[in-house]
Structure formats: structure tokens, C-alpha cells
């Protein structure tokens, strides 16, 4: 008869079997993967601690040594060098060498003019005495001959905060402001006109070139001194009562613009210059009374023909 085996009495449960998770973190909170990367290292071998803080100093070296030597190299490439130098005071001797000629040329110009001048008035003085008369009549309405007299001055300014805005142009006297000026005085009676020393004429140009405003191509700075030969207290009444005095009343009151107005007891204005001859033709009735011409055209031959051409 065969003996039958029982089953031996199986262990008992742990209390705490349901908490394995939480008792292996507790006895390995080590991952074991960062374990085998220690032991790894260990055979390696690692650089100690001071090592590597000889290695950050010498970074820190390496970065101080490249930012100086780039400060340097800006330095250096910034400083002018010789040739550099040398193009810059060729250029400024040239400058310098063409403002001279220009005034020499300029003070010639004016001996020439004065000695034609001289010289056309005798001529005329003993050929034609009416003539003369009658040019230095009109010469003076020209603006060619200079003129003395009272008058009235107007002094235009810039404002004073054009200096903290100096790109907002309305803060500055401009040409048109200028241009409106010189009108409203012509129409007030003014006999004569000058800006700065330069007079204005009927041919007269007022124009602007940067911050500069050009009279007849020569640049003019504040302050703008407008010289008017003429009775001063009509002229500053009409000037007040016309839209030139209420366009200088608005530069003053809205934009700041400094207005001066004076009364002159002597003016003293430059003439412009002879006249540069552009055209000329010498009227019929000249050419007749010279006895140049006949009063009465030929018969058969038009009163105009035109030019180069056979008349039939």
C-alpha cells in the first residue's frame, strides 16, 4: 500500500507584502542604472575636482584674451591711417585753394564791372547825356547802382527750440517765408531790397539748399536782416495790413520764429552787378529815328519777313 505524501505547511505571508515597491526604494534609492555609470567611471578614471577648475580659469583667460585683442583690432581699423590722413589735408588744401580763387575771381569780376560801368557812363556822359540820365534812372530800379536812404529793417530769426529739433523745419526761417517777405514789401512801396548784404532784384532767385537759404545762389545763416529804402511808416503800416504781415505775425506767435522791426534812418544797399545780356533788339521806331529805316516799308515787302529767306 502505497504511502501518500502531504503537501509541506507553506511559509507565511510578510505583514507588509503589499508594499515590496516602497521597501526596495527604501533599502536602494539608488537607480541601479546611475550605479553602473558610477562604477564605469571608477575604471575610467575621473579628473578630480581641481582639474576641472584649472580648465573653467583657463576659458575665462581664453574669453578675456580674444575680447581684448577684438577691442584692439576695432581700434586699429578705425584710426585713420597715413593715406587716409594724407587724402584729407589734399582735399582740404584743394578746398582751401578754390575758396581763395573764388574770391580773387570775384573781386576781379566786380574791378571789371566797375571799370565798364566807368566807362560806359563817359562815354554816354559826352555822346547821349539824356541816355545817361535815363540808365541811372532805371538802374536804380534795376537794382545794378547801389542806393542810400531811410527804410525799414525786419530781422527773421529761428526759433529757440529749433536748436533741441533741428529736423522740424517749421521751427526755422525757410525761403518762402523770405520769398513772402520781399512781395509783401515791394507791394507795400519798398524803392530798394537787400537780404543780408545781397539785393534783391526783379531777376532775383530765393531758394533753399539744406538749413541754408540761397539768394541768387549765394548762402545766407540767420539772422535774415531784410533792408527796405522807403517811407518806414508806410511801409511797416501796409506791410501789417497785407498777407506778408500776417504770415510773419503767424511764424511769431505759432512757431516762435524771433520778427525785429525798426525803423532806419540810413540804409546803405549794394548794387547787384551790371546786368548779364541774355537778348537785345533795338525797337523800329529807334532804328527811324536814328535814320536807320525808312517810316514806311518798300512796296510789295511785308513789315516782317522771316529771317534767311528772299522776300518776292
Given at each position: 500500500m502505497a504511502q501518500r505524501h502531504t503537501p509541506a505547511t507553506a511559509p507565511p505571508r510578510a505583514v507588509d507584502e503589499s508594499m515590496?515597491?516602497?521597501?526596495?526604494?527604501?533599502r536602494r534609492p539608488l537607480d541601479p542604472g546611475y550605479a553602473e555609470?558610477?562604477?564605469?567611471?571608477?575604471?575610467?578614471g575621473t579628473p578630480p575636482r581641481g582639474r576641472r577648475g584649472a580648465s573653467w580659469a583657463l576659458v575665462l583667460v581664453v574669453s578675456a584674451a580674444l575680447g581684448v585683442g577684438v577691442a584692439a583690432a576695432a581700434t586699429?581699423?578705425?584710426?585713420?591711417?597715413?593715406?587716409?590722413?594724407?587724402?584729407?589735408q589734399l582735399l582740404e588744401t584743394q578746398v582751401r585753394e578754390r575758396k581763395d580763387q573764388v574770391q580773387q575771381l570775384s573781386a576781379a569780376n566786380a574791378a571789371l564791372a566797375a571799370q565798364v560801368s566807368t566807362l560806359q557812363q563817359s562815354a554816354l556822359s559826352s555822346a547821349d547825356p539824356a541816355l545817361l540820365a535815363t540808365t541811372q534812372r532805371w538802374s536804380i530800379a534795376a537794382g545794378t547802382a547801389p542806393v542810400m536812404g531811410p527804410g525799414l529793417r525786419i530781422v527773421l530769426t529761428d526759433a529757440q527750440a529749433a536748436a533741441a529739433d533741428p529736423e522740424n523745419l517749421d521751427l526755422r526761417v525757410q525761403d518762402v517765408d523770405l520769398q513772402v517777405l520781399v512781395n509783401g514789401l515791394w507791394a507795400a512801396g519798398a524803392e530798394a531790397i537787400s537780404i543780408n548784404?545781397?539785393?534783391?532784384d526783379g531777376t532775383t532767385a530765393i531758394r533753399s539748399a539744406g538749413s541754408a537759404v540761397l539768394v541768387d545762389l549765394v548762402p545766407l545763416v540767420e539772422p535774415y536782416t531784410v533792408d527796405a529804402i522807403g517811407n518806414a511808416a508806410a511801409l511797416q503800416t501796409k506791410l501789417?495790413?497785407?498777407?506778408?504781415g500776417q504770415h510773419i505775425a503767424t511764424l511769431r506767435a505759432t512757431y516762435g520764429i524771433?520778427?525785429?522791426?525798426?525803423?532806419?534812418?540810413?540804409?546803405q544797399l549794394p548794387g547787384s552787378g551790371a546786368a548779364a545780356l541774355v537778348a537785345a533788339s533795338v525797337p523800329d521806331d529807334a532804328?527811324?529815328?536814328?535814320?536807320l529805316a525808312d517810316a514806311t516799308p518798300?512796296?510789295?515787302?511785308?513789315e516782317s519777313a522771316p529771317d534767311n529767306k528772299e522776300v518776292p
Open positions: 515590496t515597491l516602497l521597501n526596495e526604494l527604501q555609470a558610477a562604477a564605469r567611471r571608477a575604471v575610467r586699429v581699423l578705425r584710426r585713420p591711417t597715413a593715406d587716409d590722413r594724407q587724402a584729407r548784404g545781397q539785393r534783391v501789417a495790413l497785407s498777407s506778408a524771433g520778427v525785429t522791426i525798426s525803423s532806419q534812418t540810413r540804409l532804328l527811324v529815328a536814328a535814320g518798300a512796296a510789295g515787302v511785308p
